[in-house]
């Protein structure tokens, strides 16, 4: 099983500013990729941005240039930075995870407990 541990949601004002970090641990023997993504209150889990071990990263439309996804290989932690929020992007923010551990052969999807993150206008 692996664990993800998130942090770093709140409320900011439109125009501002917040960086959500992700910390895997337990049983990872690989990371295929990491990445975040929202739900916001009657609308569908939606990508906001993925970022696989090779290094190439994939963003939601509505977020391209605004937001950026890191990651520290050696933690097992994704980031992501948001900049020039807008209401819009008000929503429960979740960490996902591809992992594989050992003695297994396959890869797995895994999921945070999510971080609210509140935009207001």
């Known amino acids: 099983q692996v664990q993800l541990v998130e942090s770093g949601g709140g409320l900011v004002q439109a125009g501002g500013s917040l960086r959500l970090s992700c910390a895997a641990s337990?049983?990872?023997?690989?990371?295929?990729?990491m990445g975040w993504y929202r739900q916001a209150p009657g609308k569908q889990r939606e990508l906001v941005a993925v970022l696989n071990s090779g290094g190439s990263s994939n963003y939601a439309d509505s977020v391209k240039d605004r937001f950026t996804i890191s990651r520290d290989n050696a933690k097992n932690t994704v980031y992501l930075q948001m900049s020039s929020l807008k209401p819009e992007d008000t929503a429960v923010y979740y960490c996902n995870c591809n992992a594989r551990g050992y003695g297994s052969s396959r890869y797995r999807d895994y999921w945070g407990q999510g971080t609210q993150v509140t935009v207001s206008s």
């Open positions: 337990g049983d990872i023997f690989s990371i295929n990729a």
